[in-house]
């Protein structure tokens, strides 16, 4: 399994490619989650180009960029153990080379990006904008595959392929969870033992918000959810119903409308979303 460590191997790379190339972004530490858009990504397209990344671009100051979990070597065995192709990891320097802050960066538009994880994270769908715009450059992919796990970050990066022109196909996999329902993320491993214990309960009042009945009121289950989730101990970013496509608020039940929301077990910031059948 090749694996890339700079821009101009990935460029010389890509050059030599013939047939179809789907990419799969991702900030390293994998799980389920991210093996499964491989696996999807491997079923479209006849390579498939992974990145693993740390992008300092999309988190702000006190986020927690320094204490991310890396285990890269974990990870490239498990890429090369389920056929991935090619493996892309790039460094700061050569990503950044003038630095983050003198780096020209991709600017979403305020209505999808300044709502929900980007109220509580000023500048975050900027960084995502512009790593995924830099990778689609580089790699130049004929499909981009991404989680549904990260909606808000998957909406915005799809109104970023037409807004530019982008000549890429977005596919977006499923949330994969675990067993008692906690979406797989590469930030559940910084969990207590008893934080791992209560965070399934974000999940459970998603999946019981989403049986309510259609053209209920969403006010009042909403903030009891919250209140049940902050007298288990979380603190609760937000949890709202929205449109699947606008974002925007939904007020009563509908199928199609998303549930979403990000609650935070001590520094362990957690995010998840069910669509209304
Ligand atoms: P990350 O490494 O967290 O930046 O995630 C890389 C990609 O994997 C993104 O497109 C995420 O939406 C996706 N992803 C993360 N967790 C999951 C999950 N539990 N199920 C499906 N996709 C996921």
């Not at 079923?43 to 100051?61: D, H, K």
């Not at 689609?136 to 915005?156: C, M, S, T």
């Not at 603190?235 to 496509?245: G, H, K, Q």
């Amino acid at each position: 399994m090749p694996i890339l460590r700079n821009t101009d191997s990935l460029r010389n790379w890509r050059q030599q490619q013939r047939g179809s190339l789907a990419l799969v972004p991702t900030m390293g530490h994998l799980h389920a989650g991210h093996l499964a858009l491989l696996r999807l990504a491997q079923a479209r397209a006849e390579q498939v180009l992974v990145s693993i990344y740390v992008n300092p671009l999309q988190f702000g100051p006190g986020e927690d960029f320094a204490s991310y979990p890396r285990t890269l070597e974990s990870d490239l065995q498990q890429l090369a153990e389920r056929g991935c192709t090619t493996v892309f990891v790039p460094s700061d320097e050569d990503l950044y080379p003038r630095g983050a802050a003198e780096q020209t960066q991709v600017v979403p538009p305020e209505r999808l990006s300044n709502i929900l994880c980007g109220a509580q994270r000023p500048g975050h769908f900027t960084g995502v904008a512009t790593i995924v715009l830099k990778l689609l450059h580089l790699a130049q992919p004929d499909i981009l595959v991404l989680g549904e796990k990260d909606y808000q970050q998957y909406r915005i990066v799809g109104q970023m392929l037409d807004d530019l022109n982008l000549p890429v196909q977005l596919l977006c996999g499923p949330t994969q969870r675990d067993g008692d329902g906690l979406a797989r993320s590469s930030r559940n491993s910084r969990l207590t033992s008893e934080q791992r214990i209560l965070a399934p309960r974000l999940a459970t009042e998603l999946r019981q918000l989403c049986q309510l009945p259609v053209g209920s009121l969403v006010q009042a289950p909403a903030r009891d959810a919250r209140e049940r989730l902050q007298a288990a101990g979380f603190a609760v970013d937000y949890l709202e119903l929205r449109n699947s496509e606008s974002l925007e608020p939904v007020s009563e039940i509908r199928p199609g409308a998303r549930w979403l929301a990000a609650a935070r077990l001590g520094d362990v910031r957690l995010i998840d979303n069910m669509v209304i059948p």
